[in-house]
Each structure stands twice: as structure tokens, then as C-alpha cells.
């Protein structure tokens, strides 16, 4: 997507109405003189001017430029497409999307006293330096998809035999649709079939963690027999473990099924990478997953720093 910039717009103390400059120097802080600039994830707000416009004549009051206490007004980028970790580009600058709307400060907010509500809470996106430099009103802005990318790897001896065909893997691919599908985030998915074998789980988890990939979920191999090696594997090269999310699963459907406290599923971080280590039940996959993905998200924002 491509727009330009229409208004910037800096308050020196908090709380006061943001006034409009022409150029701006954008430090690793933030805008330079703004009293929102820091070392935090906020540390830029922007907001759509269409969406500016279409709140002040629905709401029947003129609502200067700044008094929603935007940084960056921006006109030709429709805001509601843009994701987490998105890319704002300005010239030599750089900014990454860090969220998207913000609690509403209610009555500290001078729109919302005026008109009842405000816009920045639902419409408002923010974002933190990833390169300084130095813009001014006028200047293109590009804004750069940054989709999640995602791997899921079934292991079956059976199934890459043929003998049947894998289903759990496909459930994953789609649960995880259907989630991301209604959210914000951008996601492209690949899912690969292998034998219950260790080397060649390690060489596709490896390729994932140094290729960046966010998200990987395996099916497959996590009980106790001689060819279950995924929790083995997956442990081999993780740098942390997550042990929360799957105690939890494994007590709540423990209590109706006690044969579910067998399973020897994590989750680890590895790099950058999340990992997900599942049973090859589709029954299992489902129950697994609707627990899993009630924190993805989170999880995401706070291995990049994000958590908040």
C-alpha cells in the first residue's frame, strides 16, 4: 500500500494538544521533541485522515489536526489492512507496527470529553523506529506486509508410506486459517508430510529457526514407543521451554481421559521461532490447538519485544 504523509504533529509535555510541523527529524526514540518518544513500543502513533474525517462529520464537530494525538496523519494507506510487524516505509526511515488501537484514556481524552468517544482507541496504530532519519509533510509512504510464516510438519511412518492419508496435519492448517483469517495478522502456511525419523525433523526445524519462520507445528510422534522422537527432538534444540501450555492441556483433559496425561507434547522457543509439539489425534489436534492459539498471539508480540 502506498500514500504520503499529510500531518505531523509533536506535543512536548503529555496530555497537551499535539501541534503540526513541517519536517521532523525520527530518532531510534521516536519523533524528536515529542514527549511520547522512548525507549517502549508506542513510540509513534498514526492515524488514517479518512478515518479522521469520517469520525469528525459522523460526530457533527471539527476536530483539528493533532487533537487526536496522532504523530503522523497519513492519507492513501487504508490502516484497518495493516498487521503487527508490518513496515512503514518514509524515504531512509523505517518504522515497524507494534499495535493496533489502545485503552481509552476516557476522560484525560479531550475528544472524548467534547464528543463521548474517540477514535485513536479503534482506529489509531502505533509503531517504534527500526531506522532514523529525518521526514516532513508531503513525503510517499509505503507500507510493507510482514505476513506470519508458518510451518507444520506431520510425522507418520504410516502415512508417508501411504497407507493413509495425513489428517491431523490438515486439521492444523485448518484451525490455524480459520484463526488468523479473522484476525489483523497476515500468515502463509506450508505443511510437509516425513517418517517418524529424528535426522529429518532436525534438518526441517534448523531450516525453519535460521530461515526466520515464526511458527512451527508438529504432529505426530509425542507418546512413548520407539518411533516417537518429537518432544526428543524438538527439546534437542530449543533455548527455552514453555512448559505452562501443554501442562495445562494435559491436566484439563487429563480429568476426563487419563490416557491424555501420557502425551509428551511442548513448546519451546528456538531462535525466533515458536514450536509446537502436538499428538497425531485429530481429536487431539483440536484440543490442543484451541488452547494454543489463545496465546499465540501474545506470544508473538513478545518474542519480538512486544509484550505489553
Known amino acids: 500500500m502506498n500514500g504520503k504523509i499529510v500531518g505531523i504533529h509533536i506535543s512536548e509535555n503529555k496530555g497537551t494538544e499535539k501541534r503540526p510541523v513541517e519536517k521532523i527529524e525520527i530518532t531510534p526514540l521516536g519523533l524528536a521533541g515529542d514527549a511520547h518518544a522512548g525507549k517502549w513500543h508506542r513510540q509513534i502513533s498514526l492515524l488514517d485522515v479518512d478515518a479522521a474525517r469520517r469520525f469528525t462529520e459522523a460526530a457533527g464537530i471539527a476536530v483539528a489536526p493533532g487533537e487526536f494525538a496522532e504523530n503522523l496523519l497519513l492519507e492513501g494507506i487504508d490502516l484497518t489492512q495493516a498487521a503487527p510487524l508490518d513496515r512503514l516505509v518514509i524515504g531512509n526511515v523505517e518504522m515497524e507496527i507494534t499495535q493496533i488501537g489502545k485503552e481509552c484514556h476516557g476522560a484525560g481524552c479531550a475528544v472524548f470529553r467534547r464528543v463521548g468517544e474517540c477514535l485513536m482507541p479503534k482506529q489509531g496504530l502505533f509503531a517504534r523506529v527500526i531506522k532514523p532519519g529525518t521526514i516532513s509533510v508531503g513525503m510517499p509512504v509505503t507500507c510493507i506486509e510482514r505476513p506470519l510464516t508458518i510451518r507444520v ?106 490416557s491424555a496425561l501420557i502425551s509428551r507434547s511442548v513448546a519451546v522457543v528456538m531462535g525466533g521461532t515458536l514450536v509446537f509439539a502436538l499428538p497425531g489425534s485429530v481429536k487431539a489436534v483440536k484440543e490442543y490447538l484451541t488452547e494454543i492459539l489463545k496465546n499465540t498471539e501474545h506470544l508473538l508480540l513478545m518474542l519480538h519485544g512486544l509484550g505489553h
Open 153 to 258: 510438519i506431520t510425522l507418520s511412518d504410516r502415512a508417508f508410506e501411504g497407507v493413509y492419508e495425513d489428517r491431523s496435519g490438515a486439521e492444523i492448517v485448518q484451525m490455524l486459517d480459520g484463526h488468523f483469517g479473522g484476525t489483523r495478522w497476515h500468515h502463509r502456511i506450508e505443511k510437509t508430510l516425513i517418517p517418524d525419523a529424528a535426522a529429518a525433523l532436525k534438518e526441517l526445524l534448523t531450516a525453519a529457526r535460521d530461515g526466520g519462520v515464526d511458527l512451527v507445528f508438529t504432529t505426530g510422534g509425542t507418546g512413548i514407543g520407539p518411533r516417537d522422537i518429537t518432544p526428543d527432538t524438538v527439546l534437542s534444540l530449543a533455548d527455552r521451554e514453555i512448559p505452562g501450555i501443554m501442562d495445562h492441556i494435559r491436566i484439563k483433559y487429563g480429568a476426563e481421559l487419563p
